[in-house]
């Protein structure tokens, strides 16, 4: 059974920074691309960034330029180093990846939640 656990969530003050990262288990033969989408109270999930397995990125407009997504594809890792936060990133961060075992399928980890506030 294939898992994606969410790590690095928090509660940090405007204009601070955390890291997240999402890591991948189970039996697959291989990961292909790997993002961060989030989710606020209210609204839809949105996309945040994400990362081809050779490593080329792309970034949500309100992100780009404070946010920097990379993988490590020998630890099946994501990670989104967020920077510069601001109060509209409060939102639950959850990881997807592309997944091939049988098929080629979606798997999403159970959120972890950042809180932007003073």
């Known amino acids: 059974q294939v898992r994606l656990v969410e790590s690095g969530g928090g509660l940090v003050q405007p204009g601070g920074s955390l890291r997240l990262s999402c890591a991948a288990s189970?039996?697959?033969?291989?990961?292909?691309?790997m993002g961060w989408y989030r989710q606020a109270p209210g609204k839809e999930r949105e996309l945040v960034a994400t990362i081809s397995r050779g490593g080329n990125t792309n970034y949500a407009d309100s992100v780009k330029g404070r946010f920097t997504i990379s993988r490590d594809n020998a630890k099946y890792t994501v990670y989104l180093q967020m920077s510069s936060l601001k109060p509209e990133d409060t939102a639950m961060y959850y990881c997807n990846a592309g997944i091939l075992w049988t098929a080629l399928r979606d798997y999403w980890g159970q959120g972890t939640q950042v809180t932007v506030s003073s």
């Open positions: 189970g039996t697959f033969f291989s990961i292909n691309d």
